[in-house]
């Protein structure tokens, strides 16, 4: 099977600061990825998404950015607000099926 | 806009009884369907998926079954539920397998 992981499980961050997510992912034949944002309790929420044509992406507050060299995959939150605080993980597409990392859990610091 | 709805959010079972858990989506037709159970500190596990009505494929051998009566209709079932399947249970929808899956809120299964 794929093997998509997070370099970090957990992270904790002052609110207003920036928040930065890592993601690895094994398969170079994956060119499509996601970024979902999970709070307790509830099913996972789709954030932002890139194909791998783009290495970057931006939305409202977050950007992801995708290295196909090093098949890396970041999502950057910017100035962190309580409302963030939720498990944020990755998932990879190599054309039909998605494969979905462990998540990392990210506090935000009043 | 597409919505997608579970029940119950939360079940408790006793070993040895049947399952129901059913998934509807609304706003959107003949979708890809997936039935996803979601472990502590584990990534999502495809248990089930559908691209059509009677279709299923099953990812993982199993003590649960899926079946899909309607369009947008998605249930997963077991006759006999074993401890091995507590868990937290996702269904998602997406408009085809490049596509973006989207998930409704779970069910907590727990087995006494």
């Known amino acids: 099977g794929e093997s998509v992981g997070l370099h970090l499980p957990t992270l904790s961050v002052q609110e207003g600061d920036n928040s930065i997510i890592n993601c690895a992912y094994s398969?170079?034949?994956?060119?499509?990825f996601i970024w979902y944002k999970q709070e307790s309790g509830k099913g996972p929420q789709f954030i932002i998404d890139?194909?791998?044509?783009?290495d970057k992406r931006q939305g409202q507050r977050v950007t992801v950015l995708l290295n196909k060299t090093v098949k890396h995959l970041s999502l950057q939150i910017a100035a962190t607000q309580p409302g963030d605080s939720a498990v944020y993980f990755c998932a990879e597409n190599p054309g039909n099926q998605f494969y979905f990392g462990t998540g990392t859990s990210l506090t935000v610091i009043p | 806009s597409q919505t997608i709805h579970q029940w119950p959010a939360t079940l408790v079972q006793p070993v040895g009884s049947p399952l129901s858990l059913e998934c509807t989506v609304e706003?959107?037709?003949?979708?890809?369907l997936y039935w996803y159970r979601q472990a502590a500190g584990r990534g999502l596990q495809l248990l089930f998926y559908?691209?059509?009505?009677?279709?299923i494929s099953s990812e993982v051998p199993q003590n649960l079954s899926a079946s899909r009566p309607q369009d947008r209709q998605f249930i997963l079932s077991s006759k006999k539920l074993l401890l091995s399947d507590s868990g937290f249970y996702l269904c998602?929808?997406?408009?085809?397998?490049?596509?973006?899956?989207?998930f409704g809120d779970g069910t907590r299964l727990s087995i006494l």
């Open positions: 890139i194909r791998s044509n783009m």
């Open positions: 398969n170079s034949a994956s060119d499509y």
């Open positions: 559908s691209v059509g009505i009677g279709q």
């Open positions: 998602a929808w997406s408009r085809d397998s490049t596509q973006p899956q989207h």
């Open positions: 706003g959107t037709s003949n979708p890809n």
